[in-house]
Nanobody
Framework: VQLQASGGGLVQAGGSLRLSCAAS????????MGWFRQAPGKEREFVAV?????????NAGSVKGRFTISRDNNAKNTVYLQMNSLKPEDTAVYYC???????????????WGQGTQVTVSS
Protein backbone atom coordinates (compact mmCIF):
# COMPACT_ATOMS: atom_id res chain seq x y z
CA VAL A 1 0.00 0.00 0.00
CA GLN A 2 1.29 3.44 -0.93
CA LEU A 3 -0.04 6.39 1.03
CA GLN A 4 0.19 10.02 -0.05
CA ALA A 5 -0.75 12.66 2.51
CA SER A 6 -1.57 16.25 1.60
CA GLY A 7 -3.44 19.30 2.81
CA GLY A 8 -1.12 20.66 5.47
CA GLY A 9 -0.21 24.30 5.74
CA LEU A 10 -0.06 27.38 7.91
CA VAL A 11 -3.25 28.50 9.64
CA GLN A 12 -4.14 30.86 12.45
CA ALA A 13 -5.44 29.57 15.75
CA GLY A 14 -9.15 28.85 15.51
CA GLY A 15 -8.92 28.02 11.83
CA SER A 16 -9.50 24.78 9.97
CA LEU A 17 -7.65 22.44 7.65
CA ARG A 18 -8.58 19.19 5.97
CA LEU A 19 -5.87 16.61 5.44
CA SER A 20 -6.19 13.92 2.80
CA CYS A 21 -4.42 10.61 2.43
CA ALA A 22 -4.75 8.82 -0.89
CA ALA A 23 -4.07 5.08 -0.90
CA SER A 24 -3.04 2.87 -3.78
CA UNK A 25 -1.63 -0.56 -4.36
CA UNK A 26 -4.03 -2.81 -2.47
CA UNK A 27 -7.66 -2.97 -1.52
CA UNK A 28 -8.04 0.15 0.56
CA UNK A 29 -11.26 -0.90 2.20
CA UNK A 30 -9.56 -3.86 3.94
CA UNK A 31 -7.42 -1.62 6.11
CA UNK A 32 -7.81 0.22 9.35
CA MET A 33 -6.71 3.79 8.71
CA GLY A 34 -5.19 6.14 11.23
CA TRP A 35 -3.74 9.60 11.63
CA PHE A 36 -0.76 10.33 13.85
CA ARG A 37 1.32 13.43 14.48
CA GLN A 38 4.81 14.25 15.64
CA ALA A 39 5.95 17.58 16.98
CA PRO A 40 9.65 18.51 17.17
CA GLY A 41 11.36 16.72 20.03
CA LYS A 42 8.32 14.60 20.82
CA GLU A 43 7.24 11.06 20.08
CA ARG A 44 4.73 10.24 17.42
CA GLU A 45 1.26 10.29 18.95
CA PHE A 46 -2.12 8.94 18.01
CA VAL A 47 -4.72 11.35 16.63
CA ALA A 48 -7.59 9.34 15.15
CA VAL A 49 -8.40 5.94 13.65
CA UNK A 50 -11.31 4.26 11.96
CA UNK A 51 -12.18 0.78 10.76
CA UNK A 52 -12.50 -0.40 7.20
CA UNK A 53 -16.14 0.58 6.91
CA UNK A 54 -15.85 3.70 9.05
CA UNK A 55 -18.14 2.07 11.61
CA UNK A 56 -15.78 2.48 14.56
CA UNK A 57 -13.90 5.70 15.07
CA UNK A 58 -11.67 6.75 17.92
CA ASN A 59 -10.04 10.10 18.58
CA ALA A 60 -7.37 11.15 21.00
CA GLY A 61 -8.70 13.12 23.94
CA SER A 62 -6.75 16.20 22.92
CA VAL A 63 -8.59 16.46 19.59
CA LYS A 64 -12.02 15.12 20.51
CA GLY A 65 -14.77 17.41 19.34
CA ARG A 66 -12.40 19.27 17.02
CA PHE A 67 -11.00 16.67 14.62
CA THR A 68 -13.00 14.19 12.53
CA ILE A 69 -11.67 11.22 10.59
CA SER A 70 -13.61 9.93 7.61
CA ARG A 71 -12.93 7.82 4.57
CA ASP A 72 -14.08 7.17 1.03
CA ASN A 73 -13.71 3.50 0.12
CA ASN A 74 -15.01 3.94 -3.37
CA ALA A 75 -13.19 5.47 -6.29
CA LYS A 76 -11.21 7.98 -4.24
CA ASN A 77 -9.62 5.48 -1.79
CA THR A 78 -8.94 8.35 0.53
CA VAL A 79 -9.04 8.99 4.25
CA TYR A 80 -9.56 12.51 5.56
CA LEU A 81 -8.85 14.37 8.76
CA GLN A 82 -11.01 17.45 9.21
CA MET A 83 -9.39 19.70 11.78
CA ASN A 84 -11.38 22.56 13.27
CA SER A 85 -10.67 25.03 16.07
CA LEU A 86 -6.96 24.50 15.60
CA LYS A 87 -4.59 25.41 18.40
CA PRO A 88 -0.86 26.18 18.36
CA GLU A 89 -0.25 22.90 20.19
CA ASP A 90 -1.66 21.07 17.17
CA THR A 91 1.47 22.09 15.23
CA ALA A 92 3.20 18.93 14.03
CA VAL A 93 3.92 16.75 11.04
CA TYR A 94 0.81 14.66 10.43
CA TYR A 95 1.09 11.11 9.12
CA CYS A 96 -1.51 8.73 7.79
CA UNK A 97 -1.10 5.01 8.30
CA UNK A 98 -2.75 1.75 7.32
CA UNK A 99 -2.88 -1.49 9.24
CA UNK A 100 -4.74 -4.71 9.78
CA UNK A 101 -6.13 -4.21 13.27
CA UNK A 102 -7.84 -1.48 15.22
CA UNK A 103 -5.20 0.04 17.43
CA UNK A 104 -3.83 3.41 18.51
CA UNK A 105 -0.20 2.22 18.69
CA UNK A 106 1.99 3.53 15.85
CA UNK A 107 4.21 0.43 15.73
CA UNK A 108 1.22 -1.74 14.93
CA UNK A 109 0.52 0.02 11.64
CA UNK A 110 2.14 -1.50 8.56
CA UNK A 111 2.17 1.32 6.03
CA TRP A 112 2.90 5.02 6.39
CA GLY A 113 2.55 8.13 4.29
CA GLN A 114 5.32 10.69 4.02
CA GLY A 115 3.78 13.26 6.38
CA THR A 116 2.39 16.73 5.89
CA GLN A 117 3.29 19.77 8.00
CA VAL A 118 0.60 21.60 9.93
CA THR A 119 1.57 24.87 11.58
CA VAL A 120 -0.87 26.81 13.73
CA SER A 121 0.09 30.35 14.63
CA SER A 122 -1.18 32.12 17.71
Amino acid sequence: VQLQASGGGLVQAGGSLRLSCAASGRTFSNFVMGWFRQAPGKEREFVAVNTWNGGSTYNAGSVKGRFTISRDNNAKNTVYLQMNSLKPEDTAVYYCAAGGRLTTTPNEFDYWGQGTQVTVSS
